[in-house]
Structure formats: C-alpha cells, structure tokens
C-alpha cells in the first residue's frame, strides 16, 4: 500500500475539499411595504430606508437638497 512521505498541509487539504457553490440569494418579502428584498439588509421604499418593517431613515423629513 501507497503511504504519503509527508504530511499534507491544511490549506492544501482544503483546498481540495472546496468546489466553486453558488448559492441563491434568500429573498424575503417585506410585510409593511409588500416589497422583496434581501434578508438581513435594508431597502428603500418611496424615500424612506426599511429594516425589519422599520423605518431607519426617512429622506423626506430631512430639509436641504
């Protein structure tokens, strides 16, 4: 029987045990504003920045430009 004459390595082993996974985005639909978007991000909704069916930021109230 073959027997390795060194050691092999972490990385080296792990790099062999990797392979190229793409993954679909998780996509949830937002029940205040009935918009998808991604799970654990923010989104915009009619100038206003949504985070778990809160407003974060609302870019109406804010005076200027």
């Known amino acids: 029987m073959a027997h390795p004459k060194r050691r092999t390595g972490k990385s080296r082993r792990d790099k062999?045990?990797?392979h190229c996974k793409s993954v679909i985005p998780q996509i949830a639909l937002d029940y205040v504003?009935?918009?998808y978007h991604l799970l654990h991000r923010?989104?915009?909704h009619e100038?206003?920045?949504y985070?778990?069916?809160k407003i974060l930021f609302d870019k109406t109230s804010v005076g200027g430009v």
């Open 16 to 18: 062999r045990r990797t």
């Open 33 to 35: 504003t009935n918009e």
């Open 42 to 44: 923010a989104h915009w």
């Open 47 to 49: 100038g206003k920045l």
């Open 51 to 53: 985070y778990r069916g």
